[in-house]
C-alpha cells in the first residue's frame, strides 16, 4: 500500500468513526477538512472504501436516493449507500491512532493525524508533536547549512525563495512549541483546563476564547485547557 492509499484509509475511518455517511458526503469532508485531500476524485475514493469493506473494517447499507450526487442515466438518481464502520474498524482505526512512528511526522501523514486529535490519547499526541518538532528542526538546520554554503552564488529571487521556505518551516516549529506548551499544561486549543466549561473571555466578544499563549483579561480565568 502507498503511503498516501494508507493516509486515505486512515482519514475515511476516521470520519466514518465519528458518524456513518455515504460516498458523496466522504468525499466532500476529505476535500473540505483535509486540506491534503483537495484533488482527488471518486475514482480514488471508492476502490478505498471497497478494500475497507472487503477487510471487514465497514459495512454497506443501502439508503435512499442521493440528490446532489451524480444522476445514474436512467432513473436520474444515483442510489445511495452508506457505509458505517464496524467494530473491527473500530478497533484497528485506534491502532492507527495510536501508532507514533517516523511516518506519524511527514508532512501529508501528520496533516492527517493532526485532523483527528481529538480523538487521540495526551500522551500519543504528545510524542507525535515532538517528533514533528525534530523531523522540522532537522529540516531547518539542513536548510540553514545549505543556505550558507550558497549563498553566494544564487541570484536574489533563488535566494528570496529560499529564506521563505526557511521561515515557513520556522513558524511551524514556532507553532509546534505552542501546542506541546499546552498539552504539557493540561489546557485545550482554546486555552480552557480539561473539563471546564468555555467561558467568554475576550474583551467585548462573546464566546471567544484565548489561543494558547494568549494573556487573559482582567475579568478572564487563566488559562484552560485540552
Known sequence: MSRRSGILEFAV???LRESPMHGYELRKRLNTSLGVFRAFS????????KTLVANGWLIE???????DAPAAPLTGRRAKIVYRLTAEGKEHFEELLSQTGP????????????AFFGQTSRDVRMRVL????????????????????????????TLE?????????????????????????????KGRAHGEPARDTTEGAPGVLPRPGDTPGPDTPGDTAT
Open 161 to 189: 525563495l529560499q529564506r521563505h521556505g526557511m521561515e515557513s518551516v520556522e513558524r511551524e516549529v514556532r507553532w509546534l512549541n505552542e501546542l506541546i506548551e499546552s498539552e504539557r499544561a493540561g489546557r485545550d486549543l
Open 61 to 67: 447499507e443501502s439508503g435512499g436516493a442521493q440528490e
Open 130 to 157: 515532538e517528533g514533528r518538532r525534530s523531523r522540522l528542526e532537522e529540516r531547518l538546520e539542513k536548510m540553514r547549512a545549505s543556505l550558507a554554503r550558497t549563498r553566494e552564488r544564487l541570484d536574489d529571487y
Open 42 to 49: 471518486y475514482g480514488t475514493l471508492y476502490p478505498c472504501l
Open 103 to 114: 511516518d506519524a511526522y511527514e508532512d501529508e501523514t501528520f496533516a492527517a493525524r493532526f
Open 13 to 15: 475511518l476516521g470520519l
